[in-house]
């Protein structure tokens, strides 16, 4: 079946300084995965950080970056300048283009706390 | 716009009692989802909806869980016969049918087994 890795506990960071979270996947479908970025900040419920459909593609979205690599198999997600409200669990997932609504399919999530 | 809304908040009970869960998506979304979150790992499909059929049920443990969805609406999650296992927090989202589209999820339903 489907799988997402993602780096795994807690990722403390300093403010302004560059993040990475790293997240590789393996999909089932003969086509290609969509992929997402959610994020659960404190006291909220999760929601869509970006989202990419198309391989070779870039998603952004509140100074995030990640790209579709095919090839890698990867969905990395990445800020040049944390803030302390950056502060959350991010999760990786994918769906399969062939699936009759959105199923997605979880990393394990990635704490990531910013100080000041 | 309402948001995504679940009840209880949180539920504690003993192993073999029953409980149930209640979703209302947002207005209009077509698709409905239930999601599994065990402590410290990411959301697990459960089943999910188009309407009130079940698109995809494999992940329900059938012999203790059920779901419905009768009027293509609101939905209600049950476990007849709870296991310490099944501790975690239980997460609905609802979306509307295109192309990867986007799921917004309520906040949650926290339960634990003793």
């Known amino acids: 079946g489907d799988s997402v890795t993602q780096t795994e506990g807690q990722v403390t960071v300093s403010e302004s300084k560059s993040l990475i979270i790293n997240c590789t996947y393996s999909?089932?479908?003969?086509?290609?995965?969509?992929l997402f970025w959610y994020v659960r900040y404190p006291g909220e419920g999760l929601q869509l950080l970006l989202k990419?459909?198309?391989?070779?593609q870039k998603g952004s979205s509140r100074g995030f970056e990640a790209t579709y690599n095919k090839e890698a198999t990867s969905f990395h997600l990445q800020k040049a300048s944390v803030q302390e409200s950056d502060s959350a669990v991010y999760y990786c997932?994918?769906?399969?283009?062939?699936?009759?609504?959105?199923?997605?399919?979880f990393g394990i999530g990635t704490r990531v706390l910013v100080r000041p | 716009e309402a948001g995504v809304t679940q009840s209880p908040r949180y539920a504690v009970l003993q192993e073999g009692q029953a409980v149930s869960f209640w979703c209302d998506p947002i207005?209009?979304?077509?698709?409905l989802y239930w999601y599994q979150q065990p402590r410290d790992q990411g959301p697990q499909l459960l089943v999910y909806?188009?309407?009130?059929?079940?698109?995809?049920n494999s992940q329900l443990p059938s012999d203790r869980f059920s779901a419905v969805r009768p009027k293509g609406t609101n939905s209600t999650l049950k476990i007849q016969s709870a296991k310490q296992g099944d501790t975690a927090t239980y997460l609905c989202?609802?979306?509307?049918?295109?192309?990867?589209?986007?799921?917004?999820f309520g906040s949650g339903t926290r339960l634990t087994v003793l």
């Open positions: 989202a609802s979306s509307n049918r295109g192309r990867a589209e986007t799921l917004y």
């Open positions: 999909a089932t479908s003969i086509g290609y995965p969509n």
């Open positions: 990419v459909i198309t391989a070779g």
């Open positions: 997932a994918l769906s399969e283009t062939n699936s009759a609504g959105n199923k997605l399919t």
């Open positions: 207005s209009g979304h077509d698709t």
């Open positions: 909806f188009r309407d009130e059929a079940v698109i995809d």
